[in-house]
């Protein structure tokens, strides 16, 4: 199965800064990657997929780039509700794997 | 818009089978794939499997001699059966849609379910 590594582990940030979190895949996943932010409490919620494009309702502070083994999360401007863990997850082979996850906590 | 609730026993005994029920509104469950993911507390998201509206099934070869995956479309559900289980399986399990033109694109989620296996 493909192995997902995401870095750092934790995150610590300010309000308004910008973030940028990595996955890098054990093999090429082409562009079937996709990234999700999972609140406290809450189910993973599906930001990026296919590597770039924004899903639904996903406000445009939130970006992904990335092909191959090596994918970029990026998130312009941290708003309060970012504050929170997220995990990168590839469709290109079955099973479907995800990513140890990166938090992203309050500096 | 298309909303997933999970239900079913929140304690199993070891040994016995989990099982969990997927109900859909808001949308038909035919032409997409229905997965089930779980996560132990404090830990990360594992992927079990999926049925399909045709009734056809993939699961995690890690779960697969334990996992059953079924849908009824008469109900707009879909359900998980695990079997043997152990302290291991002790997680949040979930329930997520994916499309038939992205299989493994997952969106929306229900909120989960925490399942604890204890005697």
């Known amino acids: 199965e493909i192995v997902l590594t995401q870095s750092p582990a934790t995150l610590s940030l300010s309000p308004g800064e910008r973030a940028t979190l990595s996955c890098r895949a054990s093999?090429?996943?082409?562009?079937?990657l996709a990234w999700y932010r999972q609140k406290p409490g809450q189910a993973p919620r599906l930001l990026i997929y296919?590597?770039?494009n924004r899903a639904t309702g996903i406000p445009a502070r939130f970006s992904g780039s990335g092909s191959g083994t090596d994918f970029t999360l990026t998130i312009s401007s941290l708003e309060p509700e970012d504050f929170a863990v997220y995990y990168c997850q590839q469709r290109s082979n079955w099973p479907l794997t995800f990513g140890g996850g990166t938090k992203v906590e309050i500096k | 818009q298309v909303q997933l609730q999970e239900s079913g026993p929140g304690l199993v005994k070891p040994s016995e089978t989990l099982s969990l029920t997927c109900t859909v509104s808001g949308g038909s469950i035919s032409h997409y794939y229905w997965n089930w993911i779980r996560q132990p507390p404090g830990k990360g998201l594992e992927w079990i499997g999926y049925?399909?509206?045709?009734?056809?099934?993939n699961y995690n070869p890690s779960l697969k001699s334990r996992v059953t995956i079924s849908s009824d479309t008469s109900k707009n559900q879909f359900s998980l059966k695990l079997s043997s289980v152990t302290a291991a399986d002790t997680a949040v399990y979930y329930c997520a849609r994916a499309l038939t033109l992205s299989p493994g694109r997952l969106d929306p989620w229900g909120q989960g379910t925490l399942v604890t296996v204890s005697s």
């Open positions: 093999q090429s996943v082409n562009t079937y």
């Open positions: 049925v399909y509206s045709s009734g056809s099934t």
């Open positions: 296919d590597a770039s």
